[in-house]
């Protein structure tokens, strides 16, 4: 996984006024926990773009005042109307020490239903994963290319590396689903051979995504 370094300065003050003075000179203010002590810090916003504008996890070496730190990001706040970032939490983390990680998902390959006029939903867009720190990856790929019309891809058929799961393995990742002009019919086109079969296939085909949306 890859690593942005930041650079922060302690906060020798707290309390909402500071916090509010801060944030309009266009530095962030921070919190890291997990080490021997909380560390309240400042830095400049534009330094966490890397770090929460991105489409994949990063660990965060934190130059603190000259004191280096390894940490991940674990909470993030946003201003409700700006979206402005106005608090991150971080974990100091260790070597040889397990971490737990929100790590994102990248569907990849070309699924054959999307030719047949389906359409690829994503579900959930991160997997919570357990591990050591070198065996954290940068995301989590998703292989749909054999997901056909009206098939979808659960958590538990995601390959694993050296990590473990800890989102629910029954919960789907992705589902391609069928248009509405090919319900009711098979995945060829062609209506049931007769009514009464059609009927059934049809009651049959309402159940699957009951079952999705609980899952």
């Known amino acids: 996984m890859k690593t942005v370094e930041v650079i922060g300065y302690r906060r020798a ?5 500071e916090s509010k003075r801060l944030r309009a000179e266009g530095f962030v203010p921070c919190v890291m926990y997990g080490g021997e002590e909380q560390i309240h810090f400042y830095s ?10 991105t489409a994949d996890a990063h660990f965060v070496e934190l ?6 730190h390894r940490a991940i990001l674990q909470d993030m ?23 737990k990680m929100t790590i994102p998902v990248h569907l990849e390959g070309q699924a054959p239903g999307v030719a047949q006029g389906g ?38 058929d995601v390959e694993t590396g050296d990590f473990e ?17 090919l319900r009711g ?5 062609e209506e049931g051979e007769e009514g009464t079969e059609g009927e059934e296939g049809t009651e049959e085909g309402a159940e699957a995504p009951t079952e999705e949306a609980e899952s």
Do not use: W
């Open 119 to 156: 359409k690829v939903f994503k579900k959930i867009k991160y997997l919570t994963i357990k591990g050591l720190p070198k065996n954290m990856p940068d995301y989590i790929k998703c292989d749909i290319s054999n997901l056909g019309l009206g098939e979808s891809i659960k958590v538990r």
């Open 185 to 189: 019919k098979d995945v060829e086109g």
């Open 13 to 17: 003050n707290l309390g909402k006024a």
């Open 165 to 181: 799961i800890l989102t629910p393995e029954r919960i789907t990742l992705a589902t391609l689903e069928v248009p509405r002009v």
């Open 44 to 53: 400049p916003a534009i330094l966490f773009r890397d770090v929460v504008y």
């Open 63 to 68: 130059n603190i005042e000259g004191d280096i």
């Open 77 to 99: 706040q946003f201003h409700p109307v700006s979206d402005a970032i106005i608090h991150l939490d971080f974990l100091e983390i260790f070597k040889g020490t397990v971490v």
